[in-house]
């Protein structure tokens, strides 16, 4: 397991367009973003490392996820305080996402982080 506890760049952008094409249904923050963030993680290796603990092959999924809602409400706060707006997107297809985001085989894709002008309604 990697210990560096630090973000990594994996991949390239996205072209244009692509984006809207990745979301489950009406999701268009997917389009209208300025920037929007792939949350990634080696779900199998935090599977397979924890895989002692019960109940057996959830925890080290419970552990990623807990991780990636930490992470999003961070940005969401950032955002926040700097007036952008923040869409925590879900819904998504994985295995588009995996090949638009080019994510080599042991990254999964766990959440879209959508920062863009914020819409007031």
Aim: glycine share 10%.
């Amino acid at each position: 397991m990697d210990d560096s506890h630090s973000l990594k760049l994996v991949g390239d952008r996205v072209p244009e367009g692509t984006m809207l094409e990745l979301g489950i249904g009406d999701q268009p923050w997917l389009k209208d973003a300025a920037i929007v963030i792939g949350v990634t993680a080696k779900l199998g290796e935090a599977v397979r490392h924890f895989e002692c603990q019960p109940p057996q092959g959830e925890r080290g999924a419970r552990y990623v996820y807990m991780e990636v809602g930490a992470l999003a409400q961070n940005i969401h706060l950032l955002s926040t305080a700097l007036g952008v707006g923040c869409v925590l997107v879900a819904g998504f297809d994985d295995l588009r996402v995996k090949q638009a985001l080019r994510l080599p085989a042991d990254l999964e894709p766990t959440a879209l982080l959508c920062i863009g002008q914020r819409q007031d309604v």
